[in-house]
Structures are given as structure tokens and as C-alpha cells.
């Protein structure tokens, strides 16, 4: 039995606990406690407290920074990656309109299986669906393991 489970549109997003909820709340409390200590060092050593709280703001920045660049280059090798099968699963009449879609679209796309593409992308061109209207809209949900 696989221990892969099915995706659909309730359940494809995912969350690391570590990064999400233990990383961000150390991250947080570690702002808010350089911001407290500011406060109380107000009379005798205001330096050392602003440095905390310049040191605490930039570590918060880069575990935002961390995880938007790689989702960013994933974004963009699932564009590639959805323009190559739609180039070869479309008809001709839409193949020459793959140009025509967004980066929100084909993530959408993505999760399409090959049977519904033609007529998701024709609907997606026609009423100018955003990633969520395109998600949606999928009947034969078509899983994507790999998204970090």
C-alpha cells in the first residue's frame, strides 16, 4: 500500500512544522524579546538593545527571504515544466495561445490531469481564470509530491 496520500484542492497545500510554527515562533519571540529589551535598557545600555533588535528584525527577514526564493525558482521550472506538457497535449489552435497564460495559471494548471488540459485551458484563456478558479474547476486531480 503507498504512503503517498491523494491530493485534491482541500488537501495539496503542505506544511513543514519545523519551518512554519517552531521556526517563525522562535523567530517572533526572539523580536519581541530584543524589542522589550530595548525598552528596559533605555537608560544604560541603548545600543546593545537597538543592535538586538536590528539583529532580530534581519534574522526574521531572511526566514522570510529562505523560503519565498526557492518557492520562486520552483514557480518557475513548473512553468517550464507545464509549457513543455501543454505544448504537447493541446491542440493546435490552442498551442499557439500557450503564450497567453500567466505564471498564477500554469501553476494552476499544474494540477490538471492530461484528459481535462484542453478544455481547462480553453475555459482558463476564455474567462481569464486566476491559480485558485483553475484549482478548483479540476476533476481528475493530478498530485504534485515534489512543491516544497
Do not use: C
Not at 23 to 49: D, K, R, Y
Not at 79 to 97: H, T
Not at 115 to 127: A, G, Y
Amino acid at each position: 500500500m503507498s504512503s503517498i496520500k491523494p491530493q485534491s484542492f482541500r488537501s495539496h497545500a503542505s506544511i513543514d512544522p519545523a519551518f512554519h510554527f517552531v521556526g517563525f515562533a522562535a523567530l517572533l519571540f526572539n523580536l519581541v524579546a530584543g524589542i522589550v529589551f530595548v525598552v528596559m535598557s533605555l537608560h544604560t545600555q541603548l545600543l546593545l538593545g537597538l543592535w538586538v533588535v536590528v539583529l532580530s528584525a534581519s534574522l526574521f527577514i531572511l526566514f522570510f527571504k529562505l523560503r519565498a526564493y526557492p518557492l520562486k525558482i520552483q514557480d518557475r521550472i513548473i512553468r517550464l515544466e507545464e509549457r513543455l506538457r501543454l505544448e504537447a497535449l493541446l491542440p493546435d489552435e490552442l498551442r499557439k495561445r500557450i503564450s497567453e497564460l500567466n505564471e498564477d495559471q500554469l501553476i494552476g494548471l499544474r494540477f490538471a490531469s492530461d484528459e481535462e488540459i484542453p478544455s481547462l485551458v480553453e475555459m482558463t484563456l476564455e474567462k481569464h481564470l486566476d491559480r485558485k478558479q483553475i484549482k478548483e474547476r479540476i476533476q481528475n486531480w493530478r498530485p504534485d509530491h515534489f512543491r516544497i
